[in-house]
């Protein structure tokens, strides 16, 4: 791999907002002769993945509409959203089952463009390596499966942190991820501020 792919790669990386979050993922290492195309990698998704996205897609086309009107509309569109509360925590369940603690890894990092995660093991993975991923977020009962490249590696604190940038992954599935980077931002600038306040009343 040359130095402008190099750069290449990490511009794909940086391209999106990204956000320091500890999660879990799984990953497990293809052989480039086992890597898959787009439609093989679309064929070969767990069907749990496959239906949490449905049914993501699926309420936010519903809710849409109802957004806009008050009245009994609002309450109608408040019961949906309990239905659709209940029915993420039943998907949580699922892809927690997804959840191969074999494979597993803590994640540092995450945005649009990729991950970052860290292995104990130095020569588990290795650079340019391509990974079958599985991204578990249980606070927002959400799951991502994808593949990622490692574009670089890191030793820090004797923990081996690996960079990876998607190389397939749905559209449905990135827009999501850039929707869950951004609410986790706005959940820790308002812990912030919380700290902040509780600092001042204290003083």
Do not use: W
């Not at 002769?33 to 049914?55: C, D, G, H, V």
């Not at 340019?128 to 599985?134: A, H, I, M, N, V």
């Amino acid at each position: 791999m040359t130095t402008a792919e190099d750069q290449t790669k990490l511009a794909q990386f940086d391209e999106f907002f990204s956000i320091s979050y500890a999660f879990n993922i799984n990953a497990k290492v293809i052989e480039l002769t086992q890597l898959p195309n787009y439609q093989q990698f679309l064929s070969n998704m767990p069907i749990p993945f496959k239906i949490a996205s449905e049914i993501s897609t699926l309420d936010q086309s519903a809710l849409r509409p109802l957004q806009t009107v008050a009245g009994v509309a609002g309450q109608l569109m408040e019961y949906l959203n309990y239905q659709a509360q209940k029915m993420d925590l039943l998907v949580g369940y699922i892809l927690a089952q997804e959840d191969n603690v074999n494979a597993r890894f803590k994640a540092l990092k995450f945005g649009g463009g990729g991950i970052i995660f860290n292995s104990d093991n130095p020569s588990r993975f290795n650079l340019g390596d391509f990974l079958e991923l599985k991204l578990f977020f249980p606070d927002e009962n959400s799951a991502l499966y994808c593949i990622g490249e490692i574009i670089s590696t890191e030793l820090l604190e004797q923990q081996t942190h690996h960079k990876v940038i998607f190389h397939h992954i749905r559209e449905e599935d990135q827009e999501a991820l850039v929707r869950n980077s951004l609410h986790q931002q706005s959940k820790q600038l308002q812990a912030l501020a919380q700290q902040r306040n509780q600092a001042k009343s204290t003083n």
